[in-house]
């Protein structure tokens, strides 16, 4: 059974930095591109960033461009999400998630991802 937990998630003051983690168990994790998605109260969740399964590729979302970094750790099982430069408006539940798929591709439709976290609270204070 596929497990993703998330982890990292808190309160910071706007330009601060926090890393999330999520970590995988219950099938080959580097058969699986991983991606992160966030969801603000009133919103829909919405893609952050995406990285393929070898970790040669990865897509952000503008918003997040220069500020975040996905990795993966295959041999850890666990991709992890640095945000620096956070703004309040980063603030949401964030969600890892996984898909299994031959391709070393990195997608941004959530239609895409097979598994879901539980998500982790992320909340920037100005």
């Known amino acids: 059974q596929v497990q993703l937990v998330e982890s990292g998630g808190g309160l910071v003051q706007a330009g601060g930095s926090l890393r999330l983690s999520c970590a995988a168990s219950?099938?080959?994790?580097?058969?699986?591109?991983m991606g992160w998605f966030r969801q603000a109260p009133g919103k829909e969740r919405e893609f952050v960033a995406a990285?393929?399964?070898?970790?040669?590729?990865?897509l952000y979302v503008d918003s997040v461009k220069g500020r975040f970094t996905i990795s993966r750790d295959n041999a850890k099982n666990t991709v992890y999400l640095q945000m620096n430069s956070l703004k309040p408006e980063d603030t949401a539940v964030y969600y890892c998630?996984?898909?299994?798929?031959?391709?070393?591709?990195?997608?941004?439709?959530?239609?895409?991802?097979?598994?879901w976290g539980q998500g982790t609270q992320v909340t920037v204070s100005s």
């Open positions: 998630a996984a898909e299994l798929n031959d391709l070393d591709y990195v997608p941004m439709s959530r239609a895409a991802y097979d598994y």
């Open positions: 219950g099938y080959t994790f580097s058969r699986y591109i």
């Open positions: 990285i393929s399964r070898s970790g040669g590729s990865t």
